[in-house]
């Protein structure tokens, strides 16, 4: 299954874990009910119940469980992330902005 990182929530029943690779720098939130959360490079267990986060700061395995009942998450770009989203996207806008100019200006001339 391919999950859109950001958009929307997964649901989590009890006793179905749910595995990622390759999601470093991602945020994971807890949006109801309590998670639990392993990630292979990281020491420890993580337990996010609602309202909590925590930022994967490893490229390895995560694994991510429902504790007691069902749980909601969300999955978000890290602050880095979204600033460098943010600065591709402007600089797209400039570089289509300065290409209509550039063709106005042709068409003027």
Do not use: N
């Not at 504790?67 to 602050?79: I, N």
């Not at 989203?85 to 001339?109: D, E, N, P």
């Amino acid at each position: 299954m391919k999950i859109k990182f950001g958009e929307g929530e997964v649901y989590l029943r009890e006793h179905c874990p749910l595995r990622l690779s390759e999601a470093g720098g991602m945020v994971v939130r807890c949006t109801s009910g309590v998670l639990w959360m392993t990630v292979t490079g990281e020491a420890g267990d993580i337990v996010l119940a609602a309202g909590e986060s925590h930022r994967i700061r490893v490229a390895g395995r995560v694994v991510i469980e429902s504790l007691g009942s069902d749980a909601r998450v969300r999955f978000e770009p890290s602050t880095g992330e979204r600033i460098a989203r943010a600065a591709s996207a402007m600089l797209g806008s400039m570089r289509r902005l300065v290409g209509m100019h550039g063709a106005a200006k042709q068409l003027t001339a």
